[in-house]
């Protein structure tokens, strides 16, 4: 999908951060809260996804994500195009699902 003569991203966040203290688990949760305040979808439990109508609405939102890094664990931050997202193959036990839709253009605002 294009939009607006710009190809249409996904930023996909991967991570793994501490939970063994009460002051981990409380960052933690701050960190998704964030993610998801920042049109992100939880994918998986520390996989989410947010739809982009280009690159650089895509690195906006990266940089947030940079600004909000925990202080401690392991974060990863992948962008690819509605293309490279459409492939990803998904189950649901050995079901096969399909892969999130790109929202329409009017549903970014």
Same mark, same amino acid.
């Given at each position: 999908?294009?939009?607006?003569?710009?190809?249409?991203?996904?930023?996909?966040?991967?991570?793994?951060?501490?939970?063994?203290?009460?002051?981990?688990?409380?960052?933690?949760?701050?960190? !998704?809260?964030?993610?998801?305040?920042?049109?992100?979808?939880?994918?998986?439990?520390?996989?989410?996804?947010?739809?982009?109508?280009?690159?650089?609405?895509?690195?906006?939102?990266?940089? !947030?994500?940079?600004?909000?890094?925990?202080?401690?664990?392991?974060?990863?931050?992948?962008?690819?195009?509605? !293309?490279?997202?459409?492939?990803?193959?998904?189950?649901?036990?050995?079901?096969?699902?399909?892969?999130?839709?790109?929202?329409?253009?009017?549903?970014?605002?």
């Amino acid at each position: 999908m294009k939009v607006s003569g710009f190809r249409a991203m996904w930023v996909i966040v991967l991570f793994d951060l501490p939970v063994r203290t009460k002051p981990q688990r409380k960052r933690a949760a701050e960190f !998704r809260k964030q993610l998801l305040r920042d049109g992100f979808m939880m994918v998986q439990y520390s996989v989410y996804a947010r739809p982009c109508p280009s690159e650089e609405n895509a690195q906006v939102h990266v940089e !947030r994500i940079q600004g909000n890094l925990p202080p401690l664990g392991s974060v990863r931050i992948l962008k690819v195009t509605d !293309r490279q997202y459409g492939r990803m193959l998904c189950f649901d036990g050995n079901r096969p699902e399909p892969p999130e839709d790109m929202p329409r253009q009017l549903e970014f605002f």
